[in-house]
């Protein structure tokens, strides 16, 4: 650690004999500016108050800075301390000690790489105002805290008053800060410094609060007796060692830290892998994680190599435990024996190899069978010159062709460990011309100097075709041709040559299953590895767990047929020492709509990660029971799986499942990629020719024949079962759902699932398989105008006679046709045009065709009864009219009145809607005594006075004499007297 240097006292005051500097209160003025000044002319005789105290100490890896490494000091109005250490370190605090003065009030502690760019570390500040005033930042209130690894705070927690002496400034860049424990890179770039310096800015004085508010206090007699005063500052730091070493030591004359680096770590701050560990790219170690540099496998033939990531991500180069994993590529693999060269020894031999991992020799040598790649020597000389038929090169150890290593590499049309024969296909040693065979479907292990020998799946003169039912003709299939599937229905196909590979990948909608999908769980998403993860414990009494694919894996996967699956995952097996192994099981399952259920592989994998090809060909793969309901132990095996078996569920793959379980002890499983390969026209990739292209039957269509065609709907329990039959729709349909049967866009007027009856507006038997099945109904007219009922249905199906009904004749519509107007309806349905509307007769007859009322009711008359009758009042259209009923003594005629309101003519003095009443009440009374009640006159004047009495009580004399008079007007209009 290094844990300071001490400076006795620095004092500063302004008495010249004294050697000090005067410094004014207020921090107002800026750096350079005119009263700026170097502390070193003033100080003067009393430089040995800047005596700095040294004490060496090394302490594992921290270590004190020591006098030699400080800058001179500057000194201005704002007072800058700078310290210069000698190289970068990772600083864990900075502790600033005042002597005989307070703490300052602002200042700024800063850092820098260079020594000319600063950045600040952190703000200090009088009052928690002032972190806004002067610095504009939030001011972090009581004890500093931090919210992310590289904040910049502001605080006045140490720029109080109190302690007026002796007081200390703690301030930790580490401690507290979200990424103390895990060194954060972003705290790790944050504590990076070589220069540290304090920029003071405000002094704290006893009496300031009152100095702007008393005259006097701020002069210049008061301020120069104002000071800062620093006796100690610590710096802790640590060597920068990218988290792969435990202490730094001095190195060499200079002094200079270096790490003693760890994790197969060089470098002075183990920056790098060493030499032979670029296995994996270099990573800055953490305290969680190690990140420890893995060693390339170099098999002893190189001293270094260099880690590539296109050779990590195509799997090319092998690690010491035998993975394909990471990027490792050796450097210089021809070198001498490397191990020699590495302890020092005579270099020996030259090893002669080559490859990413020195795993090959050159061209020319070769590695004998039984001879280690560990070997300090493993190539030997090929011995393929002055051959005829060689290249001067010979067979590699682990070559793909399977043939024992040191066999000499011949040109075309030579063979033999020599190559002193012809190959098979050519004749006429040394000459070897080729045969006028296709050496793809000859047997090789014959000879063609007389004729072609055919493989059993092959024919033709030059054995240069496949036999029918046979396609793909490869030198590879002993037999020469695979034999065509086409779902049975068809013997004849050929390679689908137009389709191209195109790889498919993603990691949405994935489950996690049992292997009888009974039981799914959704996997986590780690949101910076992208990777999919489960946990063992997510399924608990499941034994083996699958990843189970989304869609896009799933249905007819017959292009994918001798393409690949690929699927790379990872597994954490439990910590610690467990009775635990690396479990077997298939690799992947498929589920077909058939009920079929295959899978393939049964190996173990070592951890943590593995990346499995899967060969979609019938070689690899085996049935699994379906009473299997989990993986445990070996008896999942089936009968092996035959190519028609592989095909039928390629068909329609209801489930893919690919391993997520690979120890008893494993506690997650991830998933990284998972690839599929697809043939289709347009792909990028290559072409390949195992994929069929059948010539399909009637009915059937697909490459493999497994979908039915137009016209056609499939029969069976599932898809690639059962037969494509004509799709029964009556004739009036061209196609039909090939699964379902129901019939598309049924024509001719036809409906239903079938297309087995009329539409709406028509009528006839639609089963009968003509266009003509359906008429259109004509109710009474085919015109849409005079077609008066949506729908019609035949009247006698059984009879030869066709008619028809129509059932949904409108209101005031009859007959079957609906030709005819309704009782209570008039008009002409079968005229273009002609509608049957509502008789207008207050609901009386009209006749049938014209409308015209033919019995009116209440007294009413014409041609819609919508007039009252002559000497008739009302409303005609509520068959409401009455007679006028006019008074003969008081109308002028009696044969008429007002034809809404009834008013009679009135003669004068008379009044009323009859005219039947006088203007004055006893007149008309006489009038009505007169001549309509017929009394008898001689008894009138008898009566007169009691009848008159009951109409008026108490009458008057005044009013009977006025009665009498009119009685006598009445009988003198009759010519008779009292």
Known sequence: MMTGYGLEYLVFSSRQGKGSVSLPRSASYPPGGRDCFRGDTAIGKRSSSRTVKVKKEVTGGWRKLHNEELHELNFSRYIIRVIKIKEVYQVAYVIVKSAISPRPANWILERSIDGSTYRPWQYYAHSDDECWTRYGIEPTRGKPSYKRDSDVICTSYFSKLNPLEGGEIHTSLVVGRPGANESSAELLEFTLARFVRLRLQKIRTLNEEFMSLSPGLDDASVTRRLFYSIKDVSIGGQCVCSGHASKCTQNGKFGRAQCECQHNTCGPNCDRCCPLYNQLPWRAGTPSDGAQCEPCQCYGHATSCRYNATAAAAHLSRDVYGEYRGGGVCINCTKRDAYRILVGKPEGRNAHTTGINCERCEDGWYRPKGVSLLDPAPCQPCNCDNKPGATGRCTQDGDSTGKEAGICECRVGFGGPQCDVCAPGFRDYPNCTPCPCDIRGIDLMTDCERSCTCKDNVEG???????????????????????????????????????????????????????????????????????????????????????????????????????????????????????????????????????LRLGTGDHSYKPPNATLTIPLHEDAWYHIPNDIRDIIGHDYHGAPASRDDLMSVLTHVKHVLLRAKFHTDQVEGSLITAMVQRAMVGGTGSVTHLVEHCD??????????????????????????????????????????????????????????????????????????TPSDCQRCACP?????????????????????????????PQGYDGDHCERCSSGFYGTPEEPGSTCRRCECGGGPCDKRTGQCLQCRGNTGGWRCDECLQNHYGDPTQSDCKPCACNELGSEYTDGCHAETGQCKCRERYIGRACDSCQFFLWGYMKILVFHVKIDIQHLKACIRDAVAAVIPNILQATWNAVEYCLDICLATKGAQI
């Open 461 to 595: 003169e030059r054995c240069d075709r496949c036999k029918p039912g046979y396609f793909a003709l490869s030198r590879d299939n002993p037999d020469g041709c695979m034999q065509c599937y086409c779902s049975g229905v068809s013997r004849s196909c050929h390679s689908s040559t137009d389709l191209l590979l195109e790889t498919f990948s993603a990691l949405s909608g994935w489950l996690v299953s049992d292997l009888a999908v009974s039981r799914t769980v959704l996997p986590s998403l780690d949101t910076e590895t992208r990777q999919l993860s489960v946990g063992n414990y997510e399924l608990p009494g499941v034994e083996s767990y699958f990843w189970l694919a989304p869609e896009q894996y799933r249905g007819n996967l017959l292009t994918s047929y001798g393409s690949n699956v690929s699927f790379s995952v990872s597994w954490v097996v439990m910590r610690g020492d467990t009775s635990g192994r690396p479990t077997v099981g298939p690799n992947m399952v498929l589920i077909g709509s058939n009920g």
């Open 696 to 769: 399909c039957p009637p009915g059937y269509t697909g490459l493999s024949c497994e979908a039915c065609g137009y016209g056609y709907t499939h029969v069976g329990p599932s898809p690639g079962q059962g037969e494509c039959r004509l799709c029964d729709c009556h004739g009036h349909a061209p196609t039909c759902d090939p699964i379902t049967g129901n019939c598309a866009a049924c024509e001719h007027n036809t409906n239903g699932t079938k297309c087995d009856y009329c539409e709406a507006g028509y009528y006839g038997d639609a089963t009968q398989g």
């Open 781 to 809: 007219l085919v015109e849409a105008s005079n077609n008066f009922s949506p729908h019609c249905e035949l009247k006698s199906p059984d009879e030869n006679v066709i008619d028809y009904i129509c059932t949904d004749c």
